[in-house]
């Protein structure tokens, strides 16, 4: 699998994320500098996580409009996999690549603890090695993970299963009580209508291995390398 | 010139951060205090002095960038 | 600016008469403003430990595993692989105290900027704070501005806080303190000092553009407080962590080749002191001309471009033939690059502005002829010991552990460190909440554990003894994972030291930590003082934070506080005589505020701490804690707590009082747990090694089971100890 890592200035998990996608696909992405205007022929774009442009103005809002995201959003409107992780979906959202915004979390505090999601779609590329309804413990690790669209867009979105992550408790429940930053209908991560491109707020590239706590974020790298191993 | 632009949530998106403000308001002894939205005031510095074409600039700076228009909305001030 | 100079406007630069007829003696003439301005800068407190210089000088700052101990940017400690850990603890504590956001963020920034100035990624965050009574109006506003700024900052620049302490007390009511630690790893080979050398070779200044930031903060950071502190606001400077990490990254980039001789981080007092301090490093002398530093702001004058804090601003000293690379890189980051003056062999600090020279200045003059004061001291008098017998037995202990586990002093600090990113970089290995955070050494499978700690009210009954406390606490922590205790930061948090009685609390204390670095080898590698943290004449108690640093050489070697299994065997290593002088028992629950605080056995502490490192390195340990805060009945909740399961207990027959068994603060002690089949030969080994340890019961059920009676369910109490922080923030 050959796979592109986008680094904007503050960007802080792209290394996070780079040893992720090694460690399940046994080679080491691209690292590619926002400035860049071109992504190289790949089979995987990842945004990482992190404070690009400090957040400042809104989060993802100036990332989104950097040079190379002319790049990003032609290819993912061509069908080439883009995962946006936590910053990296706040930028999708903002690049219209995803449907609705990341505000403020309800609670208004930075949070980063683990949570637990229930896969509401396992049927994605980025998916499917977890089973439909499996409930995965993965950080979560943000200040506007507070998703929000409106009406009619939140419909198309539950109608398409478009839901990849739900926020739910330990036993699956999908309540308030679970939902960490006050997100519509519990939502942690949505795909696009294509299925290619995929932003969530936790961070799967944080539970790898036992020793970091968990393994649960690993296969959702997994999955990704192998499909896209012989692509 | 300078232009003045006042972002503000759209009425219906949830504002947190102006609920927050209400409570410490209400906290502080100030009743009657019915609503807060909070937003973001910007100034722009701008050469030139064709205010048409000053509006027409700040609008798609507003549209492109400094308001997310899925939830927020502005308004444009114009100063000779 | 033409400004004559004054006696008022002397005071007012904080410099007292005899240093200025000093200033008047060397410089054979009067100093302009610009002038003064610098000297009051470099000898202020902050910049010259003026009050205590004589006695860090005592200080034990050697052995085999340190590479570079005080009077650089930061401790610079061997961790073996070719590889080594730099790390410095700094105080923030009146900033915060005015404006807790900025003050701490930029407390938090200022801190990395010394670790990464040496040339080490930071790996790691850590914060020592201590308000004022939770009772106290003003208390809530600084926890969540200050919780609220040190997140800001580090999570922005992606590095993890991952542990550190929180204290209430009254007598930090009108002076918080806000201690930021950072600890980074760099290659041995590519460690960056701060002293000058060359003659002729550029200086450069890199990061933001200087703005009016703070202008004389690092003055107001040596004044006490009075009833218009709340008008300073405006000397506050902002912190911007988005130019921090790309002032990281170019910076690390930049020392990844051979560009630079000389780096200091602008701190207090910006550029005055980093470009004296590299000068008088390197015997040289230094030319600036201020005409070429960027500027945020139009019209500012030379007195303001010297003494401004604004944030995120290096001075380097470069190889000429190096510069135009060097450039490439910062403007790649979109950072200011400006060569600003050069290195001289005139031993003087000369400052040129808009074509005038505005200052001339002998550089070891500013630098080493500081002065120095011999302040008289007073011992504190020695408390009498407390006997446990006067203090009042508990009938419920179940209500006294939930009341004490769900009040201030030991309610989980959640809402804190979950407010951190604790996580990012991918190396978290033992997160907050345990007895000290843990982060691998990328790329490898060795840690590095992190802690920090005082009692100040052990300090301020006995400032000898609470100083060695603060250490061996740092040493029990370390040890109780697993980790060699390395190396020591300190943070030296005091009162005004012109009164003989707070100068004494500070001669105690740094007798006591260094009598205890030496006993347990770890020495003191970094630090800062912070003085004068006193309003309208109460200082704090006396707070010598202790941050401490240790070595896993193994991560899959490393214990935590959770209890893992049914069964196992819960025992008691440490000499328990029942100490309750000083104890959160004595006074939560007694109201007994006086005594001693227990006493230190050093060798008993490095006794205990070695045996428990070696058994949990042999793989013969389910789970261990250190006692501290609240004594034994405390340490086995917490690790009740952490592994959701009960156990049982038996206070074994013994002259110690029940209530001081389970209560007392006796120092040198764990709780550890083993696997039945290991029990026996644990304890033979302790006795082998002269380590007291005795059987005090069995993970299991529910409850917490004492002598036969449950006294609290595990569920309840984890409610009390949870939930106190969030409703106290709700309010």
């Known amino acids: 699998?050959?796979?592109?890592?986008?680094?904007?200035?503050?960007?802080?998990?792209?290394?996070?994320?780079?040893?992720?996608?090694?460690?399940?696909?046994?080679?080491?992405?691209?690292?590619?500098?926002?400035?860049?205007?071109?992504?190289?022929?790949?089979?995987?774009?990842?945004?990482?996580?992190?404070?690009?442009?400090?957040?400042?103005?809104?989060?993802?809002?100036?990332?989104?409009?950097?040079?190379?995201?002319?790049?990003?959003?032609?290819?993912?409107?061509?069908?080439?996999?883009?995962?946006?992780?936590?910053?990296?979906?706040?930028?999708?959202?903002?690049?219209?690549?995803?449907?609705?915004?990341?505000?403020?979390?309800?609670?208004?505090?930075?949070?980063?603890?683990?949570?637990?999601?229930?896969?509401?779609?396992?049927?994605?590329?980025?998916?499917?090695?977890?089973?439909?309804?499996?409930?995965?413990?993965?950080?979560?690790?943000?200040?506007?993970?507070?998703?929000?669209?409106?009406?009619?867009?939140?419909?198309?979105?539950?109608?398409?299963?478009?839901?990849?992550?739900?926020?739910?408790?330990?036993?699956?429940?999908?309540?308030?009580a679970a939902n960490p930053n006050g997100s519509l209908n519990n939502i942690a991560g949505i795909l696009n209508?294509?299925?290619?491109?995929?932003?969530?707020?936790?961070?799967?590239?944080?539970?790898?291995?036992?020793e970091l706590g968990g393994s649960d974020g690993r296969a959702l790298f997994d999955a990704l390398a192998e499909a896209l191993q012989c692509a | 010139m300078k232009a003045r632009i006042h972002i503000t949530l759209k009425k219906g998106v949830l504002d947190p951060q102006g609920k927050a403000i209400a409570n410490a308001l209400s906290h502080l002894g100030f009743d009657g205090v019915e609503e807060v939205r909070q937003g973001k005031y910007i100034e722009i510095d701008l050469a030139g002095s064709d205010s048409t074409q000053a509006r027409a600039r700040v609008d798609a700076m507003c549209a492109q960038l400094l308001a997310n228009t899925v939830i927020e909305n502005y308004a444009v001030e114009l100063d000779a | 600016m033409r400004v004559t100079v004054t006696p008022e406007i002397v005071a007012q630069h904080g410099l007292k008469p005899d240093e200025y007829a000093h200033i008047l003696r060397v410089l054979e003439r009067e100093p302009n403003i610009t002038e003064l301005g610098i000297f009051s800068a470099m000898w202020n407190e902050?910049?010259?430990?003026?009050?205590?210089?004589?006695?860090?000088?005592t200080m034990p700052t050697t052995g085999p595993q340190v590479v570079c101990g005080p009077g650089e940017n930061a401790g610079v400690v061997d961790i073996g692989g070719g590889q080594v850990a730099i790390f410095k603890m700094e105080s923030h504590n009146h900033p915060s105290f005015i404006e807790p956001y900025q003050g701490a963020a930029t407390g938090v920034g200022g801190i990395m900027r010394d670790v990464f100035t040496m040339g080490a990624r930071p790996v790691a965050n850590l914060n020592a704070l201590r308000f004022g009574a939770p009772g106290n109006p003003r208390t809530r506003h600084l926890v969540s501005g200050v919780v609220a700024g040190i997140g800001g900052y580090g999570n922005c620049i992606g590095v993890p806080t991952i542990g550190g302490e929180v204290n209430f007390d009254p007598g930090y009511n009108g002076n918080i303190l806000v201690n930021a630690m950072c600890i980074g790893v760099a290659?041995?080979?590519?460690?960056?000092?701060?002293?000058?050398?060359?003659?002729?070779?550029?200086?450069?200044?890199?990061?933001?553009?200087?703005?009016?930031?703070?202008?004389?903060?690092?003055?107001?950071?040596?004044?006490?407080?009075?009833?218009?502190?709340?008008?300073?606001?405006?000397?506050?400077?902002?912190?911007d962590p988005f130019t921090e990490k790309l002032l990281l990254e170019a910076c690390l980039e930049l020392m990844a080749g051979d560009a630079v001789i000389a780096i200091q981080d602008m701190g207090a007092a910006g550029l005055t002191c980093s470009a004296v301090e590299m000068a008088s490093k390197g015997g040289l002398g230094l030319a600036l001309d201020l005409d070429k530093v960027p500027c945020r702001?139009?019209?500012?004058?030379?007195?303001?471009?010297?003494?401004?804090?604004?944030?995120?601003?290096?001075?380097?000293?470069?190889?000429?033939?190096?510069?135009?690379a060097a450039r490439a890189i910062f403007e790649r980051w979109e950072l200011a690059f400006a060569i600003v003056g050069e290195t001289t062999a005139t031993g003087r600090f000369i400052i040129r502005h808009q074509g005038e020279i505005v200052a001339d200045l002998p550089v070891d003059v500013l630098a080493e002829q500081a002065p120095v004061y011999q302040r008289p001291w007073t011992a504190t008098p020695p408390a009498p010991c407390l006997s446990a017998q006067d203090v009042p037995d508990t009938d419920d202990p179940g209500a006294t552990l939930a009341r004490l586990m769900g009040g201030p002093h030991l309610a989980s600090r959640r809402w804190i460190w979950e407010q951190y990113d604790h996580m990012v970089m991918g190396d978290t290995v033992q997160r907050p909440g345990g007895?000290?955070?843990?982060?691998?050494?990328?790329?490898?499978?060795?840690?590095?554990?992190?802690?920090?700690?005082?009692?100040?009210?052990?300090?301020?009954?006995?400032?000898?003894e609470g100083g060695k406390q603060a250490v061996a606490e740092a040493f029990r922590n370390l040890c109780a994972v697993g980790a060699k205790p390395l190396a020591t930061t300190d943070c030296l948090n005091f009162g005004n030291p012109e009164r003989p009685e707070i100068m004494g609390q500070l001669v105690g204390c740094i007798e006591g930590v260094s009598e205890a670095c030496i006993v347990l080898d770890m020495p003191i590698v970094s630090g800062n003082v912070s003085l004068y943290n006193e309003t309208s004449g109460i200082a704090i108690p006396p707070t010598p934070a202790i941050g401490a640093i240790g070595l896993l050489e193994d991560i899959d070697k490393m214990a935590t506080i959770a209890f893992k299994?049914?069964?196992?065997?819960?025992?008691?290593?440490?000499?328990?005589?029942?100490?309750?002088?000083?104890?959160?028992?004595?006074?939560?629950?007694?109201?007994?505020?006086?005594?001693?605080?227990?006493?230190?056995?050093?060798?008993?502490?490095?006794?205990?701490?070695?045996?428990?490192?070696?058994?949990i390195v042999s793989g013969n340990i389910a789970a261990a804690h250190d006692i501290s805060d609240g004594g034994l009945l405390i340490a086995v909740a917490e690790m009740a707590l952490a592994g959701d399961r009960g156990c049982t207990l038996n206070v074994p027959e013994s002259p110690v009082l029940r209530h001081a068994f389970l209560f007392g603060e006796d120092q040198a002690r764990y709780v550890l747990c083993v696997a039945p089949e290991k029990a026996g030969a644990l304890i033979e080994a302790a006795r082998g090694n002269n380590v007291p340890i005795m059987k005090l019961g069995m993970v299991g059920s529910r409850d917490i089971i004492l002598d036969g009676r449950s006294v609290h369910c595990v569920t309840g109490l984890r409610q009390a100890h949870e939930n106190w922080f969030p409703s106290y923030m709700e309010g």
């Open chain 1, 1 to 176: 699998m050959k796979s592109c890592v986008i680094v904007f200035p503050g960007s802080n998990c792209d290394r996070d994320v780079a040893i992720a996608l090694e460690a399940s696909s046994g080679a080491a992405p691209q690292m590619i500098w926002h400035g860049e205007t071109e992504i190289p022929e790949c089979d995987l774009i990842v945004l990482p996580g992190g404070f690009s442009y400090g957040d400042y103005l809104r989060s993802g809002a100036m990332a989104a409009r950097a040079p190379i995201m002319r790049s990003v959003v032609a290819k993912a409107n061509a069908g080439t996999p883009v995962l946006g992780l936590c910053n990296g979906f706040q930028i999708l959202t903002e690049a219209g690549l995803l449907p609705g915004a990341l505000m403020r979390n309800a609670g208004l505090k930075f949070i980063c603890r683990d949570v637990y999601l229930k896969v509401e779609n396992s049927g994605a590329l980025f998916t499917r090695l977890y089973s439909h309804g499996q409930i995965v413990r993965i950080p979560i690790s943000h200040h506007d993970g507070n998703y929000f669209t409106d009406a009619a867009a939140l419909d198309r979105l539950e109608s398409a299963g478009r839901v990849a992550f739900r926020y739910c408790a330990a036993d699956g429940a999908v309540s308030a």
């Open chain 3, 187 to 239: 290659d041995a080979d590519k460690v960056f000092y701060s002293t000058a050398s060359g003659v002729g070779n550029p200086v450069v200044y890199v990061g933001s553009k200087t703005g009016r930031d703070g202008i004389h903060g690092a003055s107001m950071a040596s004044a006490e407080f009075d009833e218009s502190s709340e008008e300073r606001r405006p000397t506050v400077q902002v912190g």
């Open chain 3, 565 to 615: 299994q049914d069964g196992d065997v819960i025992l008691l290593a440490g000499e328990t005589a029942g100490h309750l002088g000083q104890s959160l028992y004595a006074r939560e629950i007694a109201g007994r505020f006086d005594g001693a605080p227990p006493p230190v056995d050093l060798a008993a502490e490095r006794r205990n701490g070695d045996f428990v490192r070696t058994q």
């Open chain 1, 193 to 210: 209508g294509a299925g290619n491109v995929l932003g969530m707020m936790p961070h799967p590239e944080r539970l790898i291995a036992p």
């Open chain 3, 435 to 464: 007895d000290a955070a843990v982060v691998r050494v990328h790329g490898s499978r060795k840690g590095i554990a992190a802690t920090t700690d005082v009692t100040p009210r052990y300090c301020a009954a006995s400032p000898r």
């Open chain 3, 46 to 57: 902050h910049c010259s430990y003026k009050s205590s210089r004589v006695w860090l000088r």
């Open chain 3, 297 to 324: 702001e139009a019209g500012m004058t030379a007195y303001e471009m010297m003494l401004s804090e604004s944030q995120e601003r290096m001075l380097m000293v470069l190889h000429p033939d190096r510069i135009e």
